[in-house]
């Protein structure tokens, strides 16, 4: 047995290791073959007013929220006329600010939600005619 003093965490120990007689050992190094890995093309950036996820989702004339959070401002007022791709509310999610647009024109009939409001993914947000 050998003898050894080590010090962890600021306390010395004595530890104690045995020694292995004529059992050398002969370490062995392989390398690793190359893994082919699927290489992702980049997509262009999109503004978020024109992704999927900010749109909402529709269901007939009804947009309905992408995925949880709060509303951190609404752009439209009932009975305004609007057009594809304009923004008609603000969703902050995960701390991002996701703008909710329009998928289509045509004029805002209800608006579902408030300023400050929580929602969860699919709740009605707006309704269009």
């Known amino acids: 047995m050998r003898q050894f003093r080590v010090t962890v965490n600021g306390e010395s120990l004595?530890?104690?290791v045995e020694e292995i007689k004529g059992g050398a050992t002969n370490p062995q190094t392989?390398?690793?073959?190359?893994v082919?890995?699927?290489t992702q093309v980049p997509r262009?950036?999109?503004?978020v007013r024109g992704s999927a996820a900010s749109g909402g989702p529709t269901t007939g004339d009804n947009i309905t929220a992408?995925?949880?959070?709060?509303?951190?401002?609404?752009?439209v007022k009932e009975g305004e006329h609007v057009k594809a791709g304009q923004v008609l509310l603000i969703l902050e999610a995960m701390k991002m600010e996701n703008?909710?647009?329009a998928p289509r024109d045509?004029?805002?009939?209800?608006?579902c939600v408030t300023v400050g409001q929580s929602?969860?993914?699919g709740d009605h947000l707006i309704s269009l005619e």
């Open 14 to 16: 004595v530890v104690e």
């Open 30 to 34: 392989r390398t690793a073959s190359a």
């Open 36 to 38: 082919s890995m699927p």
């Open 99 to 101: 703008e909710i647009v």
């Open 106 to 111: 045509g004029t805002v009939k209800k608006i």
């Open 44 to 47: 262009q950036a999109s503004s």
């Open 66 to 75: 992408p995925m949880p959070g709060n509303i951190l401002s609404i752009q």
């Open 119 to 121: 929602v969860n993914t």
